[in-house]
C-alpha cells in the first residue's frame, strides 16, 4: 500500500534529520487519534504519542520492511496503551482510599468526570451521548474495542487492521460486527435501565 508522503527507509534508518523529522511528524499524526479514542484523555494522549515516537525512533534498526510503517507504529501504540492501562491500575490499587461518607455522615455522589478537554470538537449538546458511546466502547474486550476504533473512528480498511492486531482481514470483519452488535445491546440496557 502506497503513503502519500512516502519516507525513504533508508536515510530514516540511517538517521537523516529531514527524514527523522517527516516521520515523527507523519507517525504522530497517524496515531494520535487512535490513542485519543482509547485513552480519553488529551493530555495522556499527548504522552503516550510521543513514547511511541521516540520507542520507534530508537528502534529503527529492528523495523523490517515486510510491514508498512504506519502498521509498525500502530502497532507500537497498542502496546503502549495496554502499558498505559496496566500502569493506571497499578497506581489505583496503591492509592490512597477516599472515604464514601463525609464528616456530616452524608452520603456523597461519586461520578466518573471526564474533563472538559477529553476529545476536541465534542460540542457541549452532544457531550453526553458521546460519553456514552465510550463508556460502551469501554466495556467491549479489548481486540473487538481496538477493531472497531480502528475500523470506524481511525477509518483505517480490515486489510490495514489485521497488519496491526496480527490477524486476517475476515476476522476483523468479524470483530468489528460482534463490537457494533455487543455496543447495541450495551447501549440499549443502558437505556433501558434510565427509563426503568
Given amino acids: 500500500m502506497k503513503e502519500k508522503n512516502p519516507i525513504d527507509i533508508a536515510k530514516l534508518k540511517a538517521k537523516d534529520l529531514i527524514e527523522l523529522k517527516k516521520f ?8 494520535f ?3 485519543l479514542h482509547s485513552v480519553k484523555n488529551y493530555q495522556d494522549a499527548e504522552e503516550i504519542t510521543q513514547d511511541c515516537v521516540l520507542s520507534a525512533l530508537r528502534s529503527l534498526d529492528t523495523f523490517r520492511s515486510d510491514a508498512s510503517l504506519k502498521t509498525w507504529i500502530f502497532r507500537i501504540s497498542i502496546n503502549k496503551i495496554k502499558d ?3 500502569y493506571s491500575s497499578r497506581r489505583k490499587r496503591s492509592a490512597t482510599i477516599v472515604p464514601l461518607v463525609n ?7 461519586y461520578e466518573r468526570e471526564i474533563p472538559d478537554h477529553w476529545h476536541p470538537g ?3 449538546e452532544s457531550k453526553e451521548e458521546i460519553e456514552l458511546l465510550f ?3 469501554d466495556q467491549l ?3 473487538q474495542k481496538q477493531a472497531l476504533i480502528l475500523a470506524k473512528l481511525d477509518k483505517l480498511k480490515y486489510a490495514e487492521i489485521a497488519d496491526i492486531m496480527s490477524t486476517t482481514a475476515k476476522a476483523v470483519e468479524s470483530l ?11 447501549l440499549e440496557n443502558i437505556k433501558k435501565d434510565n427509563e426503568g
Avoid at 176 to 186: E, F, P, T
Wanted: charged residues 20%; glycine residues 2%.
Fill in 84 to 86: 498505559y492501562y496496566r
Fill in 141 to 143: 474486550n479489548e481486540n
Fill in 122 to 124: 465534542v460540542q457541549l
Fill in 176 to 186: 468489528v460486527s460482534r463490537a457494533k452488535s455487543n455496543l447495541i445491546l450495551i
Fill in 24 to 31: 515523527s511528524a507523519m507517525a504522530s499524526s497517524w496515531i
Fill in 135 to 137: 463508556w460502551g466502547i
Fill in 33 to 35: 487519534n487512535s490513542i
Fill in 103 to 109: 464528616e456530616n455522615n452524608d452520603q456523597e455522589k
